[in-house]
């Protein structure tokens, strides 16, 4: 027998092909032998393939024993169900019968199955991570081949689960990811207590294990309870557990989800920047959810709340796609004119006709003109829904700026204008005089501008006659001509109408005299009456028009805050026009008579437009954009958050189209940027004068005049009153990196970014803020700003010529504020050795392509060594001592000599045992020897490299050692990327929406340089 069954397991490791043949065989063999001899024997040759197999043939084998029990197994269960049916065949059978039978039925587990699963239980703690492996997986495949309804017993059941949550703890990732799947089977979803589901959920989220995320994913019963935590996972570093965190998704419907969080996923899955997972997201959860909805489109927008959706426009074209076209037009269900019944339009069935034209207009096939009407028909169509949407919103009293549902219905109208072919001629002047019209409207809201504009730059492509008309219907709205009456008075009255008496009896006289003239034949007479007749005639009706009230046409200015509002938003898209490239005197005078004087109304959204407005207009002529930064640095100190944002982008973009030369600012550092060194008191005062540190002005106030003569009179040299001004501006907005929360620090961040990448400043100080902003432990959880600094510190050492210059004079000062910040300090918590990591890491050799053959290290070591000198037996000495160990140093003969001779200062100096140490360890360096345990090596270029290579991309480097740990202390198996997963989860760099375009950050930018035109964040 023993022959026979390792026979059988020796064919059953080269191919699973002959499984099903060798099965029954092996069968055949357990029936007819003796049951403790077959399965010592089974069990023999099993361990050994667990322990000294080869990977395919072992798992073969693993396979085929699984099957094995799967058989014996089900057998049982088959003769249950037999048995089962025939007594439920017997209606004779009273109540006591009947559970009997049942009890009988609930046979235990087959004895051979139980057996090996108890051989298998013991030995599971075993030395070789390979075998503990295979001990899971076969577990793992037994019970997966019993069956849906077999039954296991309980003292076997109990014995699983601690062997396997044990198993969970295992420091290999390919053992607990077997556990995990052998676990499935055993978990109960619906219990938030149960030990198997808290200890998925555990491991979901923060074992250090991709493998094992992935699989609890592919395990984990879906429930109110897990969901959350599957939700969180689309967020995961690792490609494969996003996706499959998508596909675990993709089984649950889209109701057990809330909006906000059907946003998330699809704003996620589709972004995101691996094709593998937005594969999945587009071909498996998209088509779940859209049959979860019947198939229909309505209903599917409906579940997004498509009026406030951000991404259902992709979602519902990838759905587009995986549809036919026929069956999308039939769908769309219009009448014989090619319409939507105005009864029938809905926010849904709006949104699906614009999006269905757009996409087949993209297929260039064609067949979107089978959904669009003539253009004159939809023209009507419009206005007879803007009447009817009128009536419905006359019901509710509501400002320009609100918005209700009927305003999506048009907005979406209006963008399928720009499906339309505009060559019909009476189309287009239709259409032209339909936009006019809803601009001039008190209805059109302040959302719809913007598509209106944008629809009248196609239909008047000529620059100067969109202007002249678009400024005419400023001025009708903002002027309009209205009727002057003005009444007579009362004296004057009575005398006209005493004339008005006589010439009415005259005209009474003369009509009879003429009657009787003309019956008597005297034609002569008559025709002199008739004369007489019509002067009394028109000098009557001469004094009927001047006895009434005066009536004229003036015009009559509305200082009504959504009038002005809504003329400021047509200036303001009009200007974002990129066919407006220069200021005609039209636009000059609308700029001086219009958009200036708005400013004065104290209302916050007509002044935020107004702002808007100032800024396109200097972006397009310099000597404007010298008075307007004076306005926005008054605006700077609002106290309304909108207006200040306005205010700090419109400085930004200045800059960055002007440079600071043209603002007469220094682009020297000096103190420019220590804040500190500035009270705030003073410097508020400096910056509500006319503020000469921004432009030189002429004369306009006679009090200014005497107090700039005072200042000029008490300081002789007139460059160093002019330098201490130029720095207010710059010294404002670093200020906000002290003092500024939330979308505000976000803005002078990015804005400050962009300065340095573009090189319109290179300030060393302003970089040191910025890398002490990243690692400061206030701002830990803004992860918004962590992206901003993480992409910029990015590309900024990379890109940028003179980054590696900057990063090197900043590296001491920044290094020197965490080592002295006091106790009560945020930077009192963040590790010194993890902020010189970072600078070492981004001034390496071969970083930037600017200067790819210059070590900044050799000159930073002279530096700290320097540092090292003066500190004497400080107490930061030993903390300079360790940097040197950090750095990659290229030595020739002459900077080996110093520093060997700076070494031999600073270990007679040293204070401890664990300064001199490093300093030996640095020797050996310079030596050629490095230490044993030291990681770098000696190059044979003669590069010394003391520390490891750190991915620029890392973006959990700023997070403190004293912070940061591993989940799995004791798995020597996790990656040093994988045993961080916790730490960066949030921060993956290139996640979909966390990181904004240039234009989102600070508006539109112009191109100034090649410099200027690379995006920051792209």
């Known amino acids: 027998m023993n022959v026979t069954v390792e026979n059988i397991f020796d064919k059953a490791q080269l191919s699973t092909l002959s499984h099903n043949k060798l099965l029954q065989r092996l069968v055949d063999l357990h029936e007819k032998s003796n049951p403790q001899e077959f399965q010592k024997r089974f069990v023999l040759c099993l361990k050994y393939a667990i322990a000294n197999g080869e990977k395919g043939p072992a798992v073969r084998i693993l396979d085929f024993v699984s099957k094995f029990c799967g058989k014996l197994e089900g057998s049982k269960t088959l ?65 997966q081949c019993l069956g849906p309804e077999a039954s296991i017993d309980s003292d076997i059941c109990e014995e699983i689960y601690a062997a396997m949550l ?163 037009i039939k769908n769309l269900d219009l009448d014989s004119e090619k319409l939507i019944p105005s009864e029938m339009l809905t926010i849904e069935l709006s949104f699906v006709w614009r999006c269905l034209a757009e996409f087949l207009q993209s297929e260039e096939d064609g067949q979107w003109e089978l959904i669009l009407p003539e253009l004159s028909l939809f023209c009507e169509y419009v206005k007879r829904n803007l009447d009817r949407l009128k009536e419905i919103n006359k019901l509710e009293k509501l400002e320009p700026w609100d918005h209700t549902p009927n305003d999506f219905i048009i907005l979406q109208l209006l963008q399928l204008m720009k499906v339309f072919d505009l060559g019909d001629e009476a189309g287009r002047e239709k259409l032209k005089q339909l936009l006019i019209d809803m601009l001039m409207s008190s209805d059109t809201r302040l959302k719809l501008i913007p598509t209106i504009i944008d629809v009248l730059v196609k239909v008047v492509p000529d620059v100067a006659a969109r202007l002249q008309l678009i400024a005419e219907t400023i001025s009708e709205i903002h002027d309009p001509l209205v009727e002057d009456v003005e ?75 959504g009038i002005i509002s809504k003329c400021l938003t047509i200036v303001f898209e009009m200007m974002q026009s990129p066919t ?153 907005l670093t200020k906000h990196l002290d003092s500024a929360e939330g979308q505000m620090l976000c803005f002078v961040v990015q804005g400050l970014c962009k300065l340095l990448l573009a090189m319109r400043i290179s300030s060393p100080k302003l970089l040191s803020r910025l890398i002490l902003l990243w690692y400061n432990p206030v701002y830990e959880d803004d992860a918004h ?51 010189a990591k970072f600078l070492l890491d981004l001034t390496k050799s071969g970083v930037n392509r600017y200067s790819a053959e210059v070590n900044i290290h050799n000159n930073l070591a002279l530096q700290v060594c320097n540092e090292a000198l003066k500190e004497n037996y400080g107490p930061n ?34 204070p401890d045992r664990a300064s001199i140490r490093a300093i030996q360890k640095f020797q050996n360096i310079l030596k050629g020897k490095p230490d044993r345990r030291h990681r770098g090596s000696e190059s044979t270029t003669g590069e010394v490299t003391a520390s490891e290579n750190m991915d620029l991309t890392q973006t959990d ?39 904004p375009s240039s234009s989102e950050l600070i508006g539109v930018i112009p191109e100034t340089s090649e410099s200027d035109s690379d995006s920051v964040f792209e």
Request: aromatic share 6%.
């Open 79 to 143: 003769n249950g169900k037999v048995n089962k049916q025939n007594d439920d065949n017997d209606d004779k059978k009273d109540d006591d019968e009947e559970e009997e039978e049942e009890n009988e039925d609930e046979e235990p587990m087959n004895p051979f199955v139980s057996d090996l699963l108890k051989e298998l239980l013991k030995v599971h703690g075993c030395k070789s991570s390979s075998s503990r492996m295979r001990i899971c997986y076969c577990i793992k495949r037994i019970l």
């Open 166 to 328: 044990e198993r969970l703890k295992d420091r290999s990732p390919s053992v607990r990811a077997q556990a995990v799947t052998a676990l499935e089977r055993l978990q109960d979803p619906s219990d938030p207590d149960c030990p198997v589901v808290k200890a998925f959920l555990f491991h979901m989220s923060m074992d250090p294990s991709a493998e094992v995320r992935r699989a609890v994913l592919l395990c984990l019963g879906r429930s109110k309870y897990s969901l959350p935590y599957i939700r969180n996972r689309i967020q995961d570093v690792k490609d494969s557990v996003r996706k499959q965190a998508y596909v675990s998704l993709s089984k649950v419907t889209i109701r057990s989800h809330s909006i906000k969080n059907r946003e998330l996923i699809l704003s996620q899955g589709l972004k995101d920047r691996n094709d593998s997972v937005r594969d999945s997201v587009e071909k498996v959860l998209l088509p779940n959810w859209f049959e979860n909805c019947q198939g229909n489109f309505v209903d599917f927008l409906h579940s997004l709340d498509v009026e406030n959706s951000e991404i259902a426009e992709k979602a519902i074209k990838v759905i587009f796609r995986q549809q036919s076209k026929e069956k999308l």
């Open 487 to 561: 009444d007579i008075p009362a004296d004057q009255k009575r005398e006209l109408d005493y004339k008005l008496a006589q010439l009415r009896l005259q005209r009474n006289i003369l009509e009879e005299d003429l009657e009787k003239a003309v019956e008597e034949k005297r034609y002569l007479a008559a025709e002199d009456l008739k004369n007489d007749l019509a002067k009394i005639t028109e000098e009557l009706q001469l004094l009927s028009v001047s006895s009434g009230s005066k009536e004229s046409l003036v015009k009559h200015q509305k200082d009504d805050p």
């Open 580 to 732: 407006v490239k220069e200021l005609n005197p039209q636009l000059r005078s609308l700029l001086d008579n219009f958009v200036k004087n708005s400013l004065k109304i104290e209302h916050a959204v007509v002044q935020v437009i107004a702002l808007q407005c100032l800024a396109v207009f200097s972006l397009l002529d310099e000597s404007i954009a010298k008075e307007v930064i004076v306005i926005f640095c008054l605006y700077l100190g609002s106290t309304c958050d909108e207006i200040a944002q306005v205010a700090v982008k419109g400085i930004f973009d200045l800059l960055l189209k002007y440079g600071l030369k043209t603002f007469a600012i220094r682009e020297e550092d000096g103190d420019i940027l220590d804040v500190t060194a500035t009270p705030r008191k003073k410097l508020k005062k400096n910056l509500m004068r006319k503020s000469t540190f921004i432009i030189e002005e002429s004369d306009d106030n006679e009090s200014d005049d005497d107090e700039s003569e005072a200042e000029t009179a008490s300081n002789k040299n007139d460059s160093k009153e002019i330098e201490t001004k130029e720095y207010h501006l710059l010294a404002l």
């Open 785 to 835: 700003l962590h992206q901003i600094l993480g992409q910029f510190f990015k590309i900024y050492a990379t890109s940028c010529p003179v980054s590696q210059e900057t990063l090197e004079q900043c590296f001491v000062p920044t290094i020197n504020t965490v080592l002295n910040a006091p106790a009560s300090s945020p930077l009192y918590q963040v590790d010194v050795d993890t902020v």
């Open 877 to 910: 000495e030993h903390e300079w001592i360790n940097l040197l160990c950090l750095m990659e140093l290229v030595l020739d003969d002459d900077l080996k000599k110093n520093l060997q001779k700076m070494a031999d200062k600073i270990k007679r100096n040293c």
């Open 957 to 995: 480097s700023r997070l403190s050692a004293k912070r940061g740990s591993s989940f799995l202390g004791s798995d020597g198996g996790s990656t040093g990327s994988e045993a961080s997963f916790n730490r960066n989860k949030a921060l993956r760099t290139g996640s979909s929406s966390m990181i």
